[in-house]
């Protein structure tokens, strides 16, 4: 049985706070107003992973 969309893009909307979370608890770039370059793919990673899971959950209600 595989799991529905919604359950794998939630999946991936968590574990991508998780690296930004991380990220940011080591970097202190990233704490301030202007993340480093590492940090940037792993932010915009998650903003748009959590774009996509909310604009998903708008549809299903």
């Not at 991508?16 to 793919?41: I, L, N, R």
Request: aromatic letters at 8%; hydrophobic letters at 30%; proline letters at 7%.
């Amino acid at each position: 049985m595989s799991a529905r969309p919604t359950d794998d893009l939630f999946v991936r909307y968590m574990r991508a706070f998780q690296d930004s979370t991380e990220h940011t608890a080591d970097c202190p770039a990233c704490q301030g107003e202007t993340p480093c370059a590492e940090g940037v793919p792993i932010h915009d990673r998650f903003a748009r992973l959590q774009d996509a899971y909310t604009a998903r959950q708008k549809q299903q209600r």
